[in-house]
């Protein structure tokens, strides 16, 4: 082979994964600090970066990760926040590895431990979270990396400051594995990204591929995608079959337990989602998350048991408030399951006293997060929040602040149908309602112009 076909040596990246705020309510975008400022530094270093993508599970699947953290000759950890799977991956690759990891975090972090000796690089975000100077911060990586490369000094703490610490070489057949199976990995992300385009016949093609008979012999990282490729593409019967097939550890993930139960639930199967979402929430206590999925189920129940008339709606319906309630005081930062609450409340044929309590909580709660990266959902759940709270002139605001970015004829006929719902309730108590049906109007409205391609 000649040396311009040679790979490149790879280079490990430990940071958290999407959109996440620090105790200070500071908010970070992760996913483009990595694609605008740490990726871009690794391949100008002659590197080639991987993610740690066991974290989208909560980190629960250690063997890839351990395999990344002692093989890969190269690393980038992102502190910001405090993340205590990075600070994990960190101290590990610290013990293992005596020098080529270069720490960088968001400027303003507040950091649990000195890192003069580690000598971290700090980025700048803006009020959203996104990187600004990049290059900067790019640059300096870059050259960290660089220098790493060509005159190696022990940047871990532990070989700095204790003499006679064991160095440890990786024989050369296990680190040309680990390479095949990282190529491996990163084709068969390729092919997924294109089969989730293409729709669900292609993705459950790939499902269905004999080299993913075992599961056992595939890398958690693919079994991991063409399980969340499958949800994106709503294919629920194939999902729950693939993690049938899965080794055991991963099935005992949290995620992909939760990921089940919203397959089950989709797929009608709900007392078997009810129990599989139920024991995650008493092995892991309550959750936003999961009692988001939890509380959807009995929603969905709800629904249905109110169309045919059931006895049941009544009880389905308390037990969808009581479980999204539970998930909101879990964190009172995610409004996803404040709102529904406090919505599902309006349904009952008294509404919930508690509703006046919790209504100003969820409201604040989407406030502090719209003040920072507001996006479509974010006005829209003031808007509802206003039509909740009686108060049409907030809700004429919130309306013209959702229909500004609205991007998807769906998005609005989703909170025009929320709005009617609590309209008609309304209107059964013979409330004045007259007011909030223009509302639903232009929701509409602006949805069908969308849905026509007019802007």
């Known amino acids: 082979m000649d040396e311009g076909d040679q790979l490149a040596p790879l280079c490990f990246v430990l940071m958290p994964f999407g959109k996440k705020m620090d105790a200070g309510g500071r908010v970070t975008n992760f996913d483009s600090v990595y694609t605008?400022?740490?990726?871009?530094?690794?391949?100008?270093a002659g590197l080639e970066p991987i993610r740690a993508d066991e974290e989208k599970i909560g980190g629960t699947i250690h063997?890839?990760?351990f395999e990344r953290l002692m093989l890969c000759h190269y690393a980038v950890a992102d502190i910001t926040g405090a993340n205590p799977n990075v600070f994990y991956e960190l101290g590990i690759r610290h013990a293992m590895r005596p020098r080529s990891t270069v720490i960088v975090f968001g400027e303003g972090t507040v950091l649990p431990f000195d890192i003069a000796l580690v000598r971290g690089l700090a980025y700048k975000t803006d009020?959203?979270?996104?990187?600004?100077?990049a290059e900067l911060t790019l640059d300096q990586i870059t050259k960290q990396l660089i220098a790493a490369r060509g005159n190696p000094h022990d940047d871990s703490p532990i070989f700095q400051l204790v003499e006679g610490v064991p160095r440890w070489e990786v024989e050369h057949a296990k680190t040309d594995i680990f390479r095949q199976a990282v190529d491996y990995s990163k084709r068969y992300k390729d092919r997924l990204r294109a089969a989730v385009r293409d729709g669900p016949e292609a993705v459950e093609k790939i499902a269905g591929e004999s080299a993913l008979a075992n599961l056992l012999e595939v890398e958690s990282g693919v079994v991991v995608d063409l399980f969340l490729s499958l949800r994106d593409v709503k294919a629920h019967a194939a999902m729950i079959d693939l993690y049938h097939r899965m080794p055991l550890p991963l099935q005992r993930a949290k995620m992909m337990r939760e990921q089940l139960g919203f397959a089950l639930n989709r797929e009608g199967r709900f007392a078997e989602a009810e129990k599989i979402l139920r024991e995650v929430i008493a092995e892991f206590g309550p959750s936003s998350e999961t009692n988001g999925l939890l509380g959807r189920m009995y929603k969905d129940r709800w629904d249905l048991a109110k169309r045919e008339g059931l006895p049941e709606a009544r009880a389905l319906l308390k037990n969808a408030i009581d479980t999204y309630l539970a998930g909101f005081e879990a964190d009172w930062r995610d409004a996803y399951p404040g709102i529904n609450a406090v919505t599902l409340m309006e349904m009952m044929p008294k509404p919930d006293p508690r509703q006046a309590e919790i209504l100003p909580v969820v409201r604040y709660s989407v406030s502090r997060k719209a003040s920072k990266t507001p996006d479509y959902w974010?006005?829209?759940?003031?808007?509802?929040?206003?039509?909740?709270?009686?108060?049409?002139?907030?809700?004429?605001?919130?309306?013209g602040d959702a229909l500004a970015v609205a991007r998807a004829s769906w998005e609005l006929e989703t909170t025009a149908r929320n709005l009617s719902l609590i309209r008609e309730m309304r209107e059964g108590r013979s409330e004045e309602t007259a007011w909030i049906k223009p509302i639903e109007d232009m929701l509409n409205e602006r949805a069908s112009r969308l849905a026509g391609g007019k802007t």
């Open 63 to 65: 063997k890839p990760m």
């Open 127 to 133: 009020g959203a979270g996104e990187p600004v100077d």
């Open 36 to 44: 605008k400022i740490i990726a871009p530094a690794v391949e100008r």
């Open 378 to 399: 974010d006005h829209a759940t003031l808007l509802e929040l206003a039509v909740l709270a009686r108060d049409g002139d907030d809700a004429d605001e919130r309306l």
